[in-house]
């Protein structure tokens, strides 16, 4: 019975809903929490524990799970006046799923270890989708001894859960994904929208360049442009999915490391002020694919 113990679990956006529900549907009792009352009482239809702070979770679990937007909300949601670590127990497992600063993850890992607790960051890549499959991909930062038991947690939310090395690695290896998923998203709809005006079927081009070399996640998985895939967020108005506002944030993630490492990366540069401008002029709630969108209009201009 040990391993069905309740778990903790913080942030019930787009990502934390159904990595949750899936907690449930393996059988874990769910103390959850999140700052929106509205996705909460969704949550609580699935029989989760809905309390009203995150140090009201840490009081009633010792597994627990974070996923939030941003490093402020992670460092509030941690060490805020009603954070986690003013009532985390001796021997607690804190996860935090969120895509945040390395650094941030650091320093909250050497505060988690002061309370006798442990932290470990595990950043997830796939989306919405593969966050309700139950498929996405976990990269965990933290002691090496204690990720079996991350893992335990994980696997039921994750197909792939992969140790990354110490504190803050997890973060590493997520910013570096997505500065490579943008650029590939911006190359994909810079393609279609360039073949669509030279005459081609947006279908048949995807389908061509899905068995030739520019083939890419962005083309024949997530591809942006509307009508050629089903079940992505370009055939639904580009709702749901992952927002350009976090895309702007991870990119911003990946300057600030390329800055303090000098590494240059003159593209994932390009791609952070493309999709900033993409934020000022009325996409940041829209999915990062509506980057084809963007392009589109901006050439009437």
Not at 56 to 61: G, I, L, N, R, T
Not at 104 to 129: N, T
Not at 277 to 290: R, V
């Amino acid at each position: 019975m040990a391993s069905k113990t309740p778990i903790g679990f913080i942030g019930l956006g787009n990502m934390g809903n159904p990595m949750a529900k899936n907690l449930v549907k393996h059988g874990y009792p769910v103390i959850a929490y999140d700052v929106f009352p509205e996705a909460c009482k969704e949550f609580q239809d699935t029989g989760a524990q809905i309390v009203d702070s995150p140090s009201d979770v840490a009081d009633k679990a010792d597994r627990i799970i974070t996923m939030l937007p941003s490093s402020l909300n992670a460092i509030e949601a941690y060490t805020g006046a009603n954070g986690i670590l003013k009532k985390v127990k001796k021997g607690s497992l804190l996860i935090d799923s969120s895509t945040i600063d390395p650094a941030v993850s650091k320093e909250l890992a050497k505060a988690v270890e002061k309370m006798g607790a442990v932290f470990m960051d595990a950043p997830v890549s796939g989306g919405v989708g593969a966050a309700r499959s139950g498929n996405l991909t976990f990269m965990v930062g933290g002691v090496e001894q204690e990720f079996d038991a991350a893992k335990e947690l994980l696997s039921c939310m994750g197909a792939n859960v992969i140790y990354c090395g110490e504190v803050g690695t997890g973060q590493a290896a997520k910013i570096c994904n997505n500065m490579l998923l943008a650029i590939s998203m911006i190359g994909t709809a810079e393609t279609m929208n360039l073949g669509i005006r030279l005459g081609l079927d947006p279908k048949l081009l995807a389908k061509i360049l899905n068995m030739s070399s520019g083939r890419c996640w962005s083309s024949d998985t997530y591809n942006p442009v509307p009508g050629v895939m089903e079940g992505v967020p370009s055939a639904n108005n580009y709702q749901g999915g992952f927002g350009t506002t976090l895309m702007a944030k991870d990119l911003g993630l990946a300057q600030d490391s390329a800055t303090n490492t000098k590494t240059p990366t003159p593209l994932g540069s390009l791609s952070h002020q493309v999709y900033r401008l993409m934020c000022a002029k009325g996409y940041a709630q829209k999915d990062f694919s509506s980057v084809f969108q963007f392009l589109r209009e901006e050439e009437n201009l």
